[in-house]
């Protein structure tokens, strides 16, 4: 998608078409007085007559059916007045908001990214009164970082939940790296050390196509933390200023970034790597490069390990052979990590808000932390209980944990209202540049132009 596409693009968005304003309008209007701006929510009441919580996570419900009803019923045991019926929507942000002004939303909801943007048009509720008074966890628990995301205007709109925790690591197979005479005790600490890695890594067939790839710039949370890790992590990027409002895509720093990211494609061929991936995907899936061993690097999250522990073929070598180590940067000399991810969201307009909240709330658990690493190879990411936690299956999680206090920076996930826009735009913008379309300042010169006036629209009509 170019870049001058944007602004059509985002007529498909709920925040700049003609029935997203009327959608906006209507949550603002018809929906605040279910929206507690600063009044304090009742007591929590005990669960008296029988109940059924609408829950809308965003990973499948049928591929992870096994999970949902692993959580559903270790709740209900403890809550057997309460039954959870879970249907995922995708972070379908429009279908959300649809859901809600017709006055039929979900009980909770799992967002990632959305929640300033729902937060601006009243669509969700604070819940800070709630979180002071939490049965289960204290603030405390998690890093501010994983808060950042969700906050508005002073107001907390979402609890940690699910798929939140570190972020960024460099995973490879160090098996591979020692067949192609690499010391998987040394990795890349450096982006310069990681293009050299990546070239002895990759090698062809005897056609010139890719069979085993060393990395791959727009994999998992390289391209999906694009800004946060790669930018600001890897190349010092100030892209943000969140208390101003105000976009700095277009810096010096920025431009080092995209064109360091851009160059592995490049380099190895934008065409080579595309017909590698008709075969092998990305991220950790049962046909992903990582997971068949024929892909040697990626930067990914902590749900790494675990996803590749369930996706690999029965006796693979892979999981076993996935080493874990600080994501190289412009320097090298930094261990930058990542927190944050998704969290659970009460819509305004629930029905069943006490109901709600004990479902929210007993998600922070380890019981129910337990359960995301066994089922889906997730963490909650609440520090209080992971040193309970049970990972004897995956003890890559190790470094993830350890990384949340030995890091020197700690870089939260994007917290802006046009995240759908900002998230499409450099990813829009990356391609053209990987494939020769625009030159990289070029690209970000449009993109900060483009993105900073969408930003003081959506502000000042919120």
């Known amino acids: 998608m ?3 596409g944007i602004a059509q693009t985002h007529a498909q968005s709920w925040l700049r078409t ?11 209007g018809v929906l605040a007085a279910c929206t507690p701006g600063g009044a304090q929510p009742p007591a929590e009441k005990e669960i008296t007559t029988p109940v059924t919580l609408e829950y809308w996570p965003h990973w499948s419900s049928t591929t992870n059916a096994k999970g949902y009803q692993a959580l559903a019923e270790s709740f209900t045991a403890e809550n057997p007045k309460i039954t959870v019926n879970t249907t995922s929507y995708g972070n379908d942000v429009v279908k959300l908001l649809s859901a809600t002004v017709a006055g039929t939303p979900p009980d909770v909801a799992i967002m990632r990214g959305h929640g300033q943007s729902l937060a601006l048009k009243s669509a969700i509720q604070a819940l800070d ?27 907390t709109y979402g609890v940690p939940s699910m798929e939140n925790g570190p972020r960024g690591a460099f995973a490879f197979n160090k098996k591979v790296f020692t067949e192609s005479g690499l010391n998987p ?115 990914d999250g902590y749900w790494n390990p675990g996803s590749i522990r369930l996706n690999a073929a029965a006796g693979s070598d892979v999981p076993s052979n996935m080493t874990y180590a ?24 629930d029905k069943q808000p006490d109901a709600a909240w004990r479902f929210m709330d007993w998600l922070t658990t380890a019981k129910a932390n337990q359960i995301l690493v066994d089922e ?10 992971l040193k309970d936690l049970k990972y004897d299956h995956t003890p890559q999680l190790k470094f993830y944990f350890d990384s949340m206090t030995q890091a020197d920076r700690v870089i939260p996930h994007v917290a802006i209202p046009i995240w759908t826009d900002l998230d499409k735009g450099y990813r829009a913008g990356l391609n053209d540049v990987g494939q020769g379309k625009k030159s990289a300042k070029a690209m970000l010169e449009e993109l900060q132009t483009q993105l900073q006036q969408l930003l003081d629209d959506v502000v000042k009509q919120g």
């Not at 029935?19 to 209507?26: E, I, K, T």
């Not at 009164?129 to 107001?155: S, V």
């Not at 600080?326 to 307009?349: L, R």
């Not at 889906?376 to 209980?385: A, D, E, L, M, V």
Request: contains cysteine.
């Open 376 to 385: 889906f190879g997730f963490i909650n990411g609440n520090k209080s209980i």
């Open 129 to 155: 009164d709630r979180i002071a008074k939490a049965r289960h966890f204290k603030k405390g628990d998690y890093a501010d970082a994983q808060w950042e995301q969700n906050r508005w205007k002073g107001k």
């Open 326 to 349: 600080w994501i190289p940067t412009k320097k090298g000399s930094e261990k930058v990590q990542m927190s944050g991810g998704w969290a659970a969201a009460m819509p305004s307009g």
């Open 18 to 28: 003609r029935r997203g304003f009327v959608l906006a309008g209507s949550v603002a």
């Open 2 to 4: 170019a870049l001058q």
């Open 185 to 299: 005790s040394q990795p890349p600490k450096t982006i310069d050390d990681l293009v050299r890695a990546h070239e002895r890594l990759t090698k062809l067939d005897d056609s010139g196509q890719i069979k085993q790839l060393g990395f791959d710039s727009w994999d998992a949370m390289c391209l999906e933390g694009f800004l946060e890790l790669w930018c600001e992590g890897a190349h010092a990027a100030k892209w943000y200023d969140a208390a101003k409002l105000k976009l700095s895509l277009n810096t010096a720093e920025m431009l080092q970034a995209v064109e360091a990211f851009t160059a592995f494609r490049i380099r190895t061929g934008w065409d080579k790597i595309a017909e590698y991936r008709k075969t092998y995907g990305t991220w950790f899936g049962k046909t992903s490069g990582i997971t068949t061993g024929t892909q040697a690097s990626q930067v």
